[in-house]
């Protein structure tokens, strides 16, 4: 098996388990956020939050550009995220539905395009840390970066009394 496979493997199964779990989402409750600790996302804001956090983190790799990742001024001067408080908000899940979509094909257009060569051999760095990578390293840890939120946004539910259970965070 190599990097391509592997990885479109993976993306495509974190979506798909993604989609399961994005439908038991109250499309009413977008605005709701754990009541105890600090700085937590709403429910809309960690589904904005999603649409680029995957995808669209592949395609900044791969071409360089992040605009759509990291709008100009997001980003403290410090390098730190903004308070939660400052971020955008999705509107609605029909919006998010289709926004992720959008952001499964890039992903999988991303990995298609990027060769095994480059995959295993091109040394890269993120903006947000400055250790190089290899191509492969960081494409997967961009899919490690949606299932993580994936996994937040499971959380989420439970703590707003949705019916989830563990077989709807692993898509069985």
Not at 28 to 41: I, S, V, Y
Not at 96 to 106: S, V
Not at 127 to 132: C, D, G, I, L, V
């Amino acid at each position: 098996m190599n990097w391509t496979d592997v990885l479109t493997s993976q993306a495509t199964e974190s979506y798909r388990i993604l989609a399961g779990i994005v439908n038991k989402v109250d499309g009413q409750a977008l605005d709701w956020r754990p009541e105890t600790g600090k700085n937590w996302m709403t429910t809309g804001q960690l589904l904005e939050h999603m649409k680029t956090a995957c995808g669209a983190v592949m395609n900044g790799f791969a071409t360089g550009d992040w605009a759509a990742v990291m709008p100009e001024g997001e980003m403290g001067e410090d390098g730190a995220m903004p308070n939660a408080d400052a971020l955008p908000t999705c509107s609605s899940l029909e919006e998010f539905k289709k926004a992720i979509e959008q952001d499964r094909d890039l992903a999988l257009r991303t990995i298609d395009a990027a060769g095994e060569d480059a995959l295993n051999e091109k040394m890269l760095t993120a903006p947000w840390n400055p250790t190089e990578r290899v191509f492969g390293v960081q494409l997967n840890e961009c899919i490690e970066h949606l299932n993580s939120h994936k996994a937040q946004l499971f959380y989420y539910l439970k703590l707003q009394g949705q019916d989830v259970n563990t077989m709807d965070l692993w898509g069985i």
